[in-house]
């Protein structure tokens, strides 16, 4: 039917002829199969005109023009409550369709207590939702946390209606909790409008609004009392077209019906809430309540909305204003309990020599996906249905990761190259936030468009909002992108006038570290004596995780945010990055001896290098006296053993300002402290090099 619509919009009609007409077609089933036999048997484009033109004059302006319902036509319909009440033909219809009829509500009272991991088979809510039937959890799912803490957030009592956006990268899971949250609140009895693709409304106003009202009417037939099928007709008149029925009834569904004050609760969801926002297909006006939150008063403490949806962050970004940012719920990786549950799931429909090496793999498959379902589902279609060694299953896992990293990096650093100067500079700084957690960085920002590439997921801590890359080969893809990004303005003049201040330099600093190949640099003693050179072999990175994983000796892992006294840590060597002395940095907590107090049986390195390096590990300090010109002088020295024998363990201090190491009483103290000074630093490192070629 779509097609005779763009057809009439094409003829040479005033507007308000073209409404009327459409509203006549909507309104009438036999005249819209009567045109459809008309035009299929033209042969050309004039052909169609003709009989459109024809169809015209003969309903609107012909002799035989005539009221399409008058009161006559009006239905009786026995409400819910057993009243019965006089309805437009059109309402009725719908009211008797079995279009997007759900099953019945008895048969979701399953959902009422269900548990996190419950394993859920989808009922009918009377449409499908967008990639349900695709991949690993077709219409099967598994309960996660994250949908229960929704839930139970939604159902409480509030003294506000309440309004929230699930914001989350493709494949992570929306459309199944969206899903989940509609079937709970249908089994619940509240009145339900779930929209499951939005991009199912077009631009054609009419055709929109009847597809809601048949939505709506599916859903709760069998809870609408007469007195709310009243309210929904109560500025229809006996003279007015389908159209304008269909127009006030679908206005009263969001002005009246979806807004309720508690005790009674409804619930409006939409999902692939984004392709509202796509600039093809303008959005009508009337359907404001769709994209406005402000529509939802405040007042009404029954109301539920949520939006949801893939390529979402345009709208997040442009249209949530005054504080709406804190209705956003960022959707995050499964935890560890239920994607197990998943990856059994997935994998059982794999051929039984693959299942059968699932404890070998079963750990890098986790990291590989990192709980993302998005990537399982890849995963398992790049494995197949054929039967595999061992190592055949580890090769294939090896290609999956270099060929997600390279999808990743190719749509990234398109993008970027795509951007203005500034938004480049604002995006290199949102990627060191990745890199780097520290204290903000005010003009870091990743735009709308890179948000919807689904690369990164976000989540909120107390004070900002954090990017997260969605999975391992992401990370490598965002890092691959950031070893390339030229330094700002900002930096060079700081780096010409030796000014970088603490952020700028362990930036600039890392950035060559994970750029260039093996690294050579001069060390000394905090007095800047005994010379050694410090070869640096990094050929990874890794965050740095709360327990820790195990890492790679050449590994390099940034500490996260609040892990005390280091910043950086390759193998056994522990570095220290400041643009202060170390003298003035060995203070409060930043003290070196604090990382070898113990506590609850180990201490801090201790636990560090036992979750890496597997093993028992002991580091302490070992203290004795040393007598200069008859004062002593308390000297600490670094004992690190694993299982009894010596490890290759050193703490190194890297300075950030111009001054060398001219420490004379802490060397005394601290002799085996390596210190690496800015100047070299910079002549090693922040040469012709720190300016890449273009990506």
Not at 23 to 31: F, K
Not at 657 to 669: L, M, N
Request: hydrophobic share 40%.
């Amino acid at each position: 039917m779509s097609d005779i619509y763009k057809k009439i919009n094409e003829l040479s009609l005033k507007k308000n002829e073209i409404i009327k007409l459409k509203s006549y077609l909507v309104g009438s089933q036999e005249l819209r199969e009567q045109l459809n036999l008309a035009l299929a048997s033209c042969e050309s484009r004039e052909e169609e005109n003709g009989i459109l033109q024809i169809f015209f004059y003969n309903t609107l302006r012909g002799h035989d023009k005539k009221r399409l319902r008058v009161k006559d036509s009006w239905k009786q319909y026995t409400a819910a409550d057993n009243n019965t009440v006089e309805v437009p033909s059109i309402i009725y219809e719908m009211l008797m369709s079995n279009k997007y009829k759900p099953d019945p509500r008895s048969e979701f009272t399953s959902l009422l207590n269900v548990e996190v991991g419950s394993k859920i088979t989808t009922k009918n809510l009377g449409q499908q939702p967008k990639h349900f039937i695709e991949g690993c959890q077709e219409k099967q799912f598994f309960v996660t946390e994250q949908m229960i803490a929704i839930w139970e957030s939604l159902d409480k009592f509030s003294m506000h209606s309440i309004k929230r956006i699930l914001s989350g990268p493709v494949g992570i899971g929306k459309s199944y909790i969206a899903w989940f949250l509609a079937a709970k609140a249908y089994a619940h009895n509240f009145l339900v409008l779930y929209i499951a693709d939005a991009s199912d409304l077009d631009g054609d106003e009419i055709n929109s609004q009847m597809k809601i009202c048949q939505r709506f009417f599916a859903l709760n037939k069998d809870i609408l009392t007469s007195t709310d099928l009243g309210e929904l007709i109560t500025a229809v008149t006996e003279d007015d077209p389908d159209s304008v029925v269909i127009n006030r009834c679908f206005s009263r569904i969001f002005s009246e019906l979806l807004k309720q004050e508690f005790p009674r609760k409804t619930f409006f969801i939409i999902d692939e809430h984004g392709a509202l926002f796509n600039n093809e297909t303008p959005v009508p006006k009337s359907l404001q309540a769709l994209t406005n939150l402000n529509f939802w008063d405040e007042a009404m403490n029954g109301t539920r909305v949520i939006y949801t949806g893939t390529a979402h962050a345009r709208f997040e970004k442009l249209y949530l204003k005054n504080g709406m940012q804190q209705w956003v719920i960022f959707i995050v990786p499964m935890s560890l309990k239920v994607f197990e549950q998943l990856t059994t799931e997935v994998f059982s429909k794999l051929d039984k020599t693959v299942r059968s090496h699932m404890p070998s793999i079963k750990e890098e498959i986790l990291r590989t996906t990192n709980c993302v379902p998005r990537e399982l589902v890849i995963l398992a279609d790049t494995i197949g249905k054929r039967s595999y060694t061992l190592e055949g299953v580890k090769d294939i896992l090896q290609h999956f990761k270099e060929y997600r990293r390279k999808q990743f990096y190719d749509a990234v650093k398109t993008h970027y190259n795509s951007l203005p100067i500034t938004s480049k500079d604002e995006t290199r700084l949102a990627l060191v936030d990745i890199f780097l957690p520290s204290s903000p960085r005010p003009t870091a920002r990743f735009d709308w468009r890179f948000l919807d590439f689904g690369i990164v997921y976000r989540v909120k801590n107390e004070h900002e909002e954090l990017h997260n890359p969605i999975c391992p080969a992401a990370m490598e893809a965002l890092l691959d992108l950031y070893k390339f990004c030229p330094l700002s303005d900002a930096y060079i003049n700081a780096l010409i006038q030796d000014k970088m201040d603490g952020n700028q330099f362990e930036d600039a600093l890392f950035q060559q570290l994970m750029r260039l190949p093996k690294i050579i640099l001069e060390t000394t003693d905090l007095a800047g004596e005994n010379k050694f050179n410090l070869i640096l072999d990094i050929k990874e990175f890794r965050l740095l995780r709360n327990p820790p994983e195990k890492y790679d000796k050449h590994a390099l892992v940034r500490c996260y945010i609040g892990y005390p006294r280091f910043d950086f840590i390759l193998g056994y060597k522990f570095f220290q990055v400041s643009v202060s002395d170390f003298v003035t940095h060995d203070n409060g907590s930043a003290k070196i001896e604090l990382s070898f107090q113990q506590s609850n049986g180990k201490n801090q390195i201790e636990e560090y290098l036992d979750a890496v390096f597997g093993g028992t590990h002991e580091a302490k300090i070992d203290k004795t006296v040393k007598y200069v010109k008859n004062a002593a002088k308390e000297v600490k020295r670094f004992k690190v053993l694993k299982n009894g024998q010596a490890c290759d363990f050193e703490i190194i201090y890297i300075r950030g300002s111009p001054g060398g190491a001219k420490h004379k009483r802490k060397v005394e103290e601290y002799p085996e402290i390596r210190h690496i000074s800015y100047e070299e630093i910079k002549s090693k490192l922040f040469g012709l090099s720190l300016f890449p070629q273009n990506i």
